[in-house]
Protein backbone atom coordinates (compact mmCIF):
# COMPACT_ATOMS: atom_id res chain seq x y z
CA UNK A 1 0.00 0.00 0.00
CA UNK A 2 1.43 3.27 -1.04
CA UNK A 3 1.98 6.26 1.83
CA UNK A 4 -0.88 8.15 0.42
CA UNK A 5 -3.20 5.38 0.04
CA UNK A 6 -2.05 4.69 4.32
CA UNK A 7 -2.71 8.68 4.83
CA UNK A 8 -6.15 8.42 2.94
CA UNK A 9 -6.94 5.45 4.76
CA UNK A 10 -5.96 7.02 8.15
CA UNK A 11 -7.86 10.20 6.94
CA UNK A 12 -11.00 8.42 6.55
CA UNK A 13 -11.48 6.76 10.00
CA UNK A 14 -11.99 10.34 10.79
CA UNK A 15 -13.70 12.22 7.58
CA UNK A 16 -15.33 11.01 4.80
CA UNK A 17 -16.05 12.90 2.03
CA UNK A 18 -18.86 12.42 -1.21
CA UNK A 19 -18.01 14.66 -3.83
CA UNK A 20 -21.37 13.79 -5.76
CA UNK A 21 -23.75 14.06 -2.60
CA UNK A 22 -21.90 17.22 -1.52
CA UNK A 23 -21.83 15.80 1.60
CA UNK A 24 -19.07 15.81 4.06
CA UNK A 25 -19.30 13.10 7.52
CA UNK A 26 -17.46 14.01 10.17
CA UNK A 27 -16.49 10.62 12.30
CA UNK A 28 -17.65 9.27 15.30
CA UNK A 29 -13.42 9.65 16.29
CA UNK A 30 -13.59 13.41 15.12
CA UNK A 31 -16.80 14.17 16.82
CA UNK A 32 -15.32 12.87 20.28
CA UNK A 33 -12.67 15.06 19.96
CA UNK A 34 -14.32 18.00 18.65
CA UNK A 35 -16.89 17.28 21.77
CA UNK A 36 -13.21 17.35 23.83
CA UNK A 37 -12.17 20.33 23.03
CA UNK A 38 -15.80 22.01 23.58
CA UNK A 39 -15.78 20.87 26.94
CA UNK A 40 -12.10 21.84 27.33
CA UNK A 41 -12.67 25.60 26.71
CA UNK A 42 -16.43 26.16 27.73
CA UNK A 43 -16.06 26.63 31.96
CA UNK A 44 -20.44 25.56 31.86
CA UNK A 45 -20.30 22.86 29.70
CA UNK A 46 -19.84 19.89 31.97
CA UNK A 47 -20.48 16.85 29.93
CA UNK A 48 -20.92 17.13 25.65
CA UNK A 49 -20.95 13.53 23.85
CA UNK A 50 -23.17 12.26 20.28
CA UNK A 51 -25.95 10.49 21.42
CA UNK A 52 -26.25 7.14 20.71
CA UNK A 53 -29.04 7.31 18.04
CA UNK A 54 -29.60 11.30 16.91
CA UNK A 55 -28.15 14.73 17.59
CA UNK A 56 -25.93 15.69 21.09
CA UNK A 57 -26.18 15.50 24.55
CA UNK A 58 -24.69 18.06 27.03
CA UNK A 59 -25.07 18.37 30.65
CA UNK A 60 -24.26 22.55 31.28
CA UNK A 61 -24.34 24.03 35.34
CA UNK A 62 -24.85 27.56 36.17
CA UNK A 63 -25.19 28.62 39.88
CA UNK A 64 -24.95 24.95 40.90
CA UNK A 65 -28.02 23.92 38.30
CA UNK A 66 -26.95 21.86 35.89
CA UNK A 67 -29.18 21.92 32.62
CA UNK A 68 -29.32 18.88 30.27
CA UNK A 69 -30.08 19.25 26.53
CA UNK A 70 -30.44 16.95 24.15
CA UNK A 71 -30.00 18.46 20.59
CA UNK A 72 -29.07 17.88 17.20
CA UNK A 73 -27.60 20.91 14.88
CA UNK A 74 -29.98 21.58 11.68
CA UNK A 75 -28.31 24.63 9.89
CA UNK A 76 -25.47 26.99 9.78
CA UNK A 77 -25.69 30.00 7.09
CA UNK A 78 -22.34 31.73 6.22
CA UNK A 79 -22.10 35.73 6.23
CA UNK A 80 -18.54 37.56 5.56
CA UNK A 81 -18.14 38.11 9.84
CA UNK A 82 -20.56 36.00 11.48
CA UNK A 83 -22.26 32.52 11.06
CA UNK A 84 -26.15 32.26 11.79
CA UNK A 85 -26.91 28.75 13.22
CA UNK A 86 -29.90 26.82 14.22
CA UNK A 87 -29.83 23.84 16.68
CA UNK A 88 -33.30 21.48 17.16
CA UNK A 89 -34.23 20.36 20.78
CA UNK A 90 -35.03 16.40 20.22
CA UNK A 91 -36.56 17.05 24.46
CA UNK A 92 -37.50 19.77 26.73
CA UNK A 93 -34.47 20.47 28.97
CA UNK A 94 -34.14 18.87 32.07
CA UNK A 95 -32.79 20.18 35.59
CA UNK A 96 -31.25 19.28 38.42
CA UNK A 97 -29.47 20.58 41.95
CA UNK A 98 -28.69 19.75 45.09
CA UNK A 99 -29.91 22.88 46.30
CA UNK A 100 -33.56 22.62 48.02
CA UNK A 101 -33.74 26.56 47.28
CA UNK A 102 -33.29 26.09 43.50
CA UNK A 103 -35.17 22.92 43.41
CA UNK A 104 -38.28 25.35 44.71
CA UNK A 105 -37.60 27.71 42.27
CA UNK A 106 -37.34 24.70 39.35
CA UNK A 107 -40.35 23.33 40.55
CA UNK A 108 -41.99 27.39 40.65
CA UNK A 109 -40.71 28.10 37.22
CA UNK A 110 -42.09 24.97 35.46
CA UNK A 111 -45.24 25.49 37.34
CA UNK A 112 -45.59 28.95 36.35
CA UNK A 113 -43.98 29.61 33.15
CA UNK A 114 -44.42 25.52 31.79
CA UNK A 115 -40.56 25.08 31.49
CA UNK A 116 -40.49 27.52 29.16
CA UNK A 117 -36.83 29.78 28.66
CA UNK A 118 -37.44 33.38 28.49
CA UNK A 119 -35.29 35.08 25.50
CA UNK A 120 -33.82 37.61 27.75
CA UNK A 121 -31.93 34.85 29.66
CA UNK A 122 -30.13 33.57 26.95
CA UNK A 123 -26.61 35.20 26.10
CA UNK A 124 -26.41 37.73 23.11
CA UNK A 125 -27.02 36.57 19.71
CA UNK A 126 -29.04 33.56 21.29
CA UNK A 127 -32.52 33.12 21.18
CA UNK A 128 -35.08 30.03 21.56
CA UNK A 129 -38.50 29.61 19.45
CA UNK A 130 -40.63 26.70 20.59
CA UNK A 131 -38.21 24.14 20.06
CA UNK A 132 -35.64 25.64 17.83
CA UNK A 133 -32.34 27.95 19.01
CA UNK A 134 -31.24 30.30 17.18
CA UNK A 135 -27.80 31.69 17.49
CA UNK A 136 -25.45 33.64 15.77
CA UNK A 137 -21.31 33.95 15.97
CA UNK A 138 -18.39 35.69 14.82
CA UNK A 139 -17.08 33.71 11.64
CA UNK A 140 -13.51 33.92 13.26
CA UNK A 141 -14.63 32.04 16.39
CA UNK A 142 -15.33 28.73 14.69
CA UNK A 143 -11.83 27.43 13.50
CA UNK A 144 -13.91 23.96 12.22
CA UNK A 145 -16.28 26.30 9.76
CA UNK A 146 -13.02 27.98 8.61
CA UNK A 147 -10.99 24.69 8.01
CA UNK A 148 -13.51 23.19 6.30
CA UNK A 149 -15.73 25.73 4.30
CA UNK A 150 -13.33 29.23 4.13
CA UNK A 151 -14.21 28.76 0.04
CA UNK A 152 -18.01 28.78 0.45
CA UNK A 153 -19.78 32.57 -0.63
CA UNK A 154 -21.53 34.40 1.61
CA UNK A 155 -24.91 33.08 2.00
CA UNK A 156 -24.30 29.85 1.54
CA UNK A 157 -26.06 27.03 3.55
CA UNK A 158 -24.51 24.24 5.51
CA UNK A 159 -27.36 21.14 6.24
CA UNK A 160 -26.37 19.46 9.67
CA UNK A 161 -27.41 15.93 10.87
CA UNK A 162 -25.92 13.77 14.04
CA UNK A 163 -27.28 10.45 13.51
CA UNK A 164 -25.04 7.51 15.56
CA UNK A 165 -22.20 10.19 16.65
CA UNK A 166 -21.17 11.24 12.76
CA UNK A 167 -21.80 14.77 11.85
CA UNK A 168 -23.02 14.67 8.63
CA UNK A 169 -22.69 18.23 6.76
CA UNK A 170 -24.43 18.80 3.29
CA UNK A 171 -23.80 21.89 1.17
CA UNK A 172 -25.58 23.50 -2.16
CA UNK A 173 -21.97 24.25 -3.53
CA UNK A 174 -19.79 21.51 -4.92
CA UNK A 175 -16.84 20.61 -2.68
CA UNK A 176 -13.43 18.69 -3.52
CA UNK A 177 -10.47 17.78 -1.06
CA UNK A 178 -8.35 21.13 -2.64
CA UNK A 179 -11.69 23.63 -0.58
CA UNK A 180 -10.23 22.37 2.81
CA UNK A 181 -7.60 23.67 4.94
CA UNK A 182 -6.25 20.42 5.87
CA UNK A 183 -3.31 21.19 8.02
CA UNK A 184 -5.88 23.59 10.28
CA UNK A 185 -8.44 20.49 10.48
CA UNK A 186 -5.37 18.22 11.58
CA UNK A 187 -4.53 20.95 14.24
CA UNK A 188 -7.98 21.62 15.56
CA UNK A 189 -8.46 17.91 16.24
CA UNK A 190 -4.56 16.85 16.88
CA UNK A 191 -5.28 13.63 14.97
CA UNK A 192 -3.90 10.73 16.99
CA UNK A 193 -3.40 7.01 15.45
Known amino acids: MSIFNKIRATFEEYIMFNSEAKQLTLKKKTVLLLCEQAQSRVEQLKSLQPDVEEGFTAIMEHNKVKVQLHFTPEKITLHEDTFEGTLRLLKPPSFD ?45 SQLVDALFHNLKNGSALI ?3 KQGDLIIETSASLNW ?15 K
Not at 106 to 135: C, D, H, M, Q, S
Not at 178 to 187: G, I, P
Open 160 to 162: TNV
Open 178 to 192: NDFKLQNLLQLVRFQ
Open 97 to 141: TDSLVYRYLIAGWNTFLGGKIPNGALPKGVRLENNIIYYTLPRNQ
